[in-house]
C-alpha cells in the first residue's frame, strides 16, 4: 500500500502529451491537463473533438483517409497549455501528437481522466487504455487513468494519483500503468493497491428483429477475487496494474501444425 500523505518527491520536467475518449472538453481531461501542470510538467493536449468511448486502440485509415480536422481550443484557465481538438480517435490522436505534428514530441503520455473505472476486460475496449498502449507501441511510457462513476466525480483525485505516477514512468519506454480510483475526495482514498486484471464474469443478452441486434448488459455471474482491480477499487483503494503492450511470443508449435497439416493435405493419396 502506498502511503498518500507523505511528501512528493523531486519530479523531472516531462513534456506530457495528455488526451482521452471523452473528448476535449470533458472535465476529467481539464483536471489531468490541470494536475500534470501543477506538479511542474510541460503539458500540451490533443485529444478528440467529440465522444469516441470504447474506440479501443482503433485508428481508422489514418493516412488513406486522407487529413484529419484539427482546432485549437483555449482554455483561459491554462493559458500556457496548447489544446489541439482533432476529429479522430483516441489512438490516433496519439500518433498525430507523438510524431511531433503538433509541436514537439512527449516524453510521456497520459490518458484519461475517464469517466467510469477500466477495470478487467475493459482494458481491451477502452479508448483511454488503447491511446496508452499506442504510446507503448511508439516507446513512450503512458499512464491510463479513470474514475468511478458518481453523482459528481472527484476528478481531481484520480488526477493527483496520476501525476503522482510519472516518476515512475519516466524513463521507462513502452511502460503502460492502468490506474483506476474511487470516486472519493483524495484524503479518502485509502492507499494505492497493484491488482490484477478481474476476470470477464458478466452476462449480457442479445435480441434480434428485423435490421437489429441489441445487446443488453444483465449482470455479473460473480463477484471478482480480492486481487483484482475492481474489488480493490470497491474497496476503497487505487488500484494500479501494468499492462503489456505487443508482446507477442514465438508460436513455435502452431508452425509446426500448420507446416505439418499442409504437409499431409499435399501427400499423395
Given at each position: 500500500m502506498t502511503d498518500l500523505t507523505r511528501p512528493a518527491a523531486t519530479v523531472r520536467r516531462m513534456r506530457i502529451l495528455v488526451t482521452n475518449d471523452d473528448g476535449v472538453e470533458a472535465p476529467g481531461l481539464r483536471a489531468l491537463a490541470h494536475a500534470l501542470v501543477d506538479a511542474g510538467h510541460d503539458v500540451m493536449v490533443v485529444a478528440p473533438d467529440g465522444e469516441r468511448s470504447g474506440a479501443g486502440a482503433g485508428i481508422g485509415r489514418l493516412h488513406r483517409s486522407g487529413p484529419?480536422?484539427?482546432t485549437r481550443v483555449e482554455w483561459p484557465?491554462?493559458?500556457?497549455?496548447a489544446v489541439h481538438a482533432l476529429a479522430t480517435l483516441p489512438a490516433a490522436a496519439v500518433y498525430a501528437g507523438a510524431l511531433g505534428g503538433l509541436g514537439p514530441p512527449p516524453d510521456l503520455v497520459a490518458s484519461g481522466v475517464n469517466r467510469g473505472l477500466n477495470t478487467g476486460h475493459l482494458v481491451l475496449h477502452s479508448g483511454?487504455?488503447?491511446a496508452a498502449?499506442?504510446?507503448?507501441?511508439?516507446?513512450l511510457p503512458a499512464v491510463a487513468v479513470s474514475v468511478g462513476w458518481g453523482d459528481d466525480e472527484h476528478w481531481d483525485t484520480a488526477a493527483a494519483l496520476a501525476a503522482d505516477a510519472v516518476p515512475w514512468l519516466a524513463g521507462a519506454p513502452g511502460r503502460?500503468?492502468?490506474?483506476?480510483?474511487?470516486?472519493?475526495p483524495l484524503a479518502k482514498v485509502r492507499g494505492v493497491r497493484a491488482a490484477r486484471l478481474a476476470p470477464f464474469a458478466e452476462?449480457?443478452?442479445?435480441e434480434t428483429s428485423a435490421g437489429e441486434v441489441v445487446?443488453?448488459?444483465?449482470?455479473?455471474?460473480r463477484e471478482p477475487d480480492d486481487d483484482t482491480d475492481l474489488s480493490v477499487v470497491r474497496a476503497g483503494y487505487a488500484s494500479v496494474t501494468l499492462v503489456s503492450g505487443l508482446s507477442g511470443v514465438p508460436a513455435d508449435d502452431a508452425a509446426a501444425a500448420i507446416?505439418?497439416?499442409?504437409?499431409?493435405?499435399a501427400a499423395p493419396r
Amino acid at each position: 500500500m502506498t502511503d498518500l500523505t507523505r511528501p512528493a518527491a523531486t519530479v523531472r520536467r516531462m513534456r506530457i502529451l495528455v488526451t482521452n475518449d471523452d473528448g476535449v472538453e470533458a472535465p476529467g481531461l481539464r483536471a489531468l491537463a490541470h494536475a500534470l501542470v501543477d506538479a511542474g510538467h510541460d503539458v500540451m493536449v490533443v485529444a478528440p473533438d467529440g465522444e469516441r468511448s470504447g474506440a479501443g486502440a482503433g485508428i481508422g485509415r489514418l493516412h488513406r483517409s486522407g487529413p484529419i480536422g484539427w482546432t485549437r481550443v483555449e482554455w483561459p484557465e491554462l493559458p500556457g497549455v496548447a489544446v489541439h481538438a482533432l476529429a479522430t480517435l483516441p489512438a490516433a490522436a496519439v500518433y498525430a501528437g507523438a510524431l511531433g505534428g503538433l509541436g514537439p514530441p512527449p516524453d510521456l503520455v497520459a490518458s484519461g481522466v475517464n469517466r467510469g473505472l477500466n477495470t478487467g476486460h475493459l482494458v481491451l475496449h477502452s479508448g483511454t487504455v488503447g491511446a496508452a498502449l499506442t504510446a507503448a507501441v511508439l516507446g513512450l511510457p503512458a499512464v491510463a487513468v479513470s474514475v468511478g462513476w458518481g453523482d459528481d466525480e472527484h476528478w481531481d483525485t484520480a488526477a493527483a494519483l496520476a501525476a503522482d505516477a510519472v516518476p515512475w514512468l519516466a524513463g521507462a519506454p513502452g511502460r503502460v500503468l492502468n490506474l483506476n480510483a474511487p470516486n472519493v475526495p483524495l484524503a479518502k482514498v485509502r492507499g494505492v493497491r497493484a491488482a490484477r486484471l478481474a476476470p470477464f464474469a458478466e452476462r449480457w443478452t442479445t435480441e434480434t428483429s428485423a435490421g437489429e441486434v441489441v445487446l443488453g448488459y444483465d449482470g455479473h455471474t460473480r463477484e471478482p477475487d480480492d486481487d483484482t482491480d475492481l474489488s480493490v477499487v470497491r474497496a476503497g483503494y487505487a488500484s494500479v496494474t501494468l499492462v503489456s503492450g505487443l508482446s507477442g511470443v514465438p508460436a513455435d508449435d502452431a508452425a509446426a501444425a500448420i507446416t505439418a497439416q499442409r504437409a499431409a493435405q499435399a501427400a499423395p493419396r
